[in-house]
């Protein structure tokens, strides 16, 4: 039996970052449509499973391969915005950030140093503000 599955997968593609995607919104679907007893949400997850399994058995590696490429380049797209974000409020708690009035290039300026002076990197433009 178990020779048996490894010759059915034998040149089969396999699983992926996309299919691990897929699949975990298939079970997220899954749940929603049981506990809201949602039509459309069982559908999308079956949908979502066959979609899966097409993805591992295909012998079209390529194919595949591509899709998950693309996949992954706007993953880290969307996973690198909201890094970004993260970094950027837990940056508040000990820096101001501040634009330059004239060229809006951003500033981060330490707390608690009371009204400074502020001389831009960029455009050499100076402003107050608190700190
Ligand atoms: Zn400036």
Not at 1 to 9: D, P, S, V
Not at 62 to 65: G, I, L
């Given at each position: 039996?178990?020779?048996?599955?490894?010759?059915?997968?034998l040149g089969?593609?396999?699983a992926d970052q996309l299919g691990q995607f897929l699949l975990i919104i298939a079970i997220i679907c899954m749940v929603i449509s049981m506990v809201f007893h949602s039509r459309v949400c069982n559908l999308l997850?079956?949908?979502l499973l066959i979609l899966c399994y097409y993805r591992m058995l295909s012998k079209n590696h390529?194919?595949?391969?591509a899709e998950n490429m693309q996949y992954l380049k706007y993953s880290g797209k969307v996973i690198g915005f909201f890094k970004?974000?993260?970094?950027y409020f837990l940056q508040l708690k000990d820096y101001h950030i501040y634009k330059c009035p004239s060229c809006k290039q951003k500033i981060r300026i330490p707390r608690g140093k009371g009204r400074i002076s502020i001389s831009c990197p960029k455009c050499h433009t100076e402003f107050i503000k608190k700190s």
């Open positions: 039996m178990k020779q048996k599955i490894q010759q059915f997968m089969r593609y396999g997850s079956v949908l390529s194919r595949r391969y970004a974000k993260k970094r």
